[in-house]
């Protein structure tokens, strides 16, 4: 029996407008939620990739690949579990500055958790953090009694641990047009 999984899925694609709503709905139809998502510029010039965490059992993902390389914009999909990937996520959170200033016991927090703060105002300052999602969690509940503002985490970024090979396959394609 298939275990449910984290599994990232990386798609690499060309940048126009309607693909995030195709393939959300791709998702949407087999009724699996987005846990993350995350699209940037890729390492190829023009090629967009987007980064997406679901947990699913293995036989979901192998089917979400295939109806998102169906996309007519979508270069090639790949999916990996965490132990093939490595992965983090940052996270701002702004506080009251009062706080920075009258508890001592929030700089050890900054400073224990490995994170930074990036500007400080009369009002309030920014502290921010890259982790994994348990890290960060764990600074939200620890700043909150300080005064959490604002708190917001990026989605998942990540590398995989071995070649995906995306750049000899377009060299490839590009040789072949």
């Known amino acids: 029996m298939n275990k449910v999984k984290t ?10 407008v309607g693909l995030l709503n195709r ?6 139809k087999r009724h699996i939620n987005i846990e993350s998502l995350t699209t940037s510029q890729s390492e190829i010039d023009d090629v967009f990739r ?3 965490v679901v947990k699913v059992v293995e036989e979901n993902v192998k089917k979400l690949i295939q109806q998102i390389e169906k996309q007519v914009d979508v270069i090639k999909a ?8 490595i992965f983090q996520e940052t996270a701002l959170y702004k506080v009251k500055s009062s706080a920075l200033f009258e508890e001592r016991h929030i700089q050890n927090i900054i400073k224990e958790s490995h994170a930074n703060i990036v500007t400080v105002s009369p009002e309030f300052f920014v502290i921010e953090k890259t982790g994994f999602r348990n890290e ?5 509940q620890d700043l909150a009694p300080f005064g959490l ?9 990540s590398v995989t641990k071995s070649k995906m090979g995306i750049s000899d396959l ?5 040789k072949d047009n």
């Open 170 to 174: 377009l060299s490839k394609f590009k």
């Open 23 to 28: 393939i959300s709905s791709i998702f949407l």
């Open 78 to 85: 790949f999916y990996h579990t965490d132990e093939e990937t």
């Open 50 to 52: 987007f980064i997406i």
């Open 149 to 157: 503002l604002q708190f917001v985490r990026s989605g998942r970024i």
């Open 136 to 140: 960060t969690d764990r600074l939200q």
């Open 7 to 16: 599994y990232t899925i990386s798609i690499y694609s060309e940048n126009n």
